[in-house]
């Protein structure tokens, strides 16, 4: 009977010894990520504009709406009537008077990041300024004004010289412009007045309270709060009130009278702000007073 081998001479195949479980991989842990980020696929096309949120993009969005020159400032005077000796049509306008209107200052892109004019109007007793006031008018050599406003204009084709004076003319009949003026303040008004309320009934029943506002919100359901931005009583009127697409029926520059068609906001003698329309086409006009347009060519004659 032949001998039984011993196990250390077995031979096993090859595919015995291998492991019968494929390792797991286990990831790195740490602060930093290893996987690649995801692609993101907003903005990736070559058809989609870069998202901009500098400055120079922010100016760059405003272009089209931002006047090609700066804008001036009158006193409103009153209303009256004009009538059209064509049609005989009578048409209500406002007169507004422009009160030595003058360039103070400019601001220019390079150091203050936009291009605006400022501008100032009436007269003012240096004993009334404040002295920050006054410095700032003697650094630009232009008498203290009543008024000071900033317009914006597009780019530094629309900077006027500090000094020049700015007069009716400075508007052309037929143009529409842009008026802006604080409406009249109501003081305090209550919810009919200001907002439009019904008000209580006003029959029996009602207690002294036909024109309180009733019930400012919900009890549990709401939270058993007055939510933000409710319409309550409180100041009426007294903000900026834009009127746009105004057209220009006359010009005076002698009495420096711009008169508009229709009515515009504020009480008789507040200021208006005007501009060019940004809704409708530029005026074509020049960009500078006639009288900067005069000197240039007085000292291109005298060159």
């Avoid at 400075?170 to 303040?185: K, P, S, T, Y």
Wanted: proline share 8%.
């Amino acid at each position: 009977m032949p001998s039984k081998p011993h196990p250390s001479f077995i031979h096993l195949p090859s595919s015995f010894l291998l492991l019968r479980f494929t390792p797991r991989h286990v990831p790195q842990r740490g602060i930093k990520s290893i996987s690649s980020p995801r692609p993101n696929r907003f903005n990736r096309s070559q058809n989609l504009p870069l998202l901009g949120s500098t400055t120079a993009a922010a100016l760059e969005r405003k272009a089209l709406t931002t006047p090609l020159r700066t804008g001036a400032l009158a006193i409103k005077k009153g209303m009256s009537a004009v009538y059209n000796p064509e049609s005989g049509r009578r048409y209500p306008c406002t007169i507004l008077q422009m009160d030595r209107v003058q360039v103070v200052s400019t601001k220019t892109r390079q150091k203050n990041g936009y291009y605006a004019v400022q501008v100032g109007c009436g007269w003012k007793h240096p004993s009334n300024v404040t002295r920050p006031q006054l410095g700032h008018f003697a650094l630009h050599g232009v008498s203290p004004k009543r008024h000071l406003v900033e317009f914006k204009v597009k780019d530094e084709h629309g900077l006027l010289g500090v000094g020049e004076m700015i007069k009716a003319t400075w508007f052309q009949e037929g143009q529409f412009v842009d008026a802006r003026a604080n409406c009249r303040g109501m003081g305090f008004a209550g919810g009919m007045k200001r907002h439009g309320f019904h008000g209580q009934p006003a029959s029996h029943g009602v207690s002294l309270t036909h024109r309180s506002m009733g019930s400012a919100g919900q009890s549990q359901g709401g939270g058993s709060r007055v939510y933000p931005g409710k319409k309550m009583p409180g100041r009426m009127g007294g903000q900026q009130v834009t009127t746009q697409n105004v057209k220009v029926l006359q010009v005076d520059e002698e009495k420096g009278i711009v008169v508009l068609n229709g009515s515009i906001a504020g009480p008789d003698g507040c200021l208006v702000k005007l501009q060019d329309a940004i809704k409708k086409p530029w005026p074509d006009v020049p960009l500078n007073p006639p009288s900067a347009l005069a000197a240039t060519e007085q000292l291109r004659e005298a060159a």
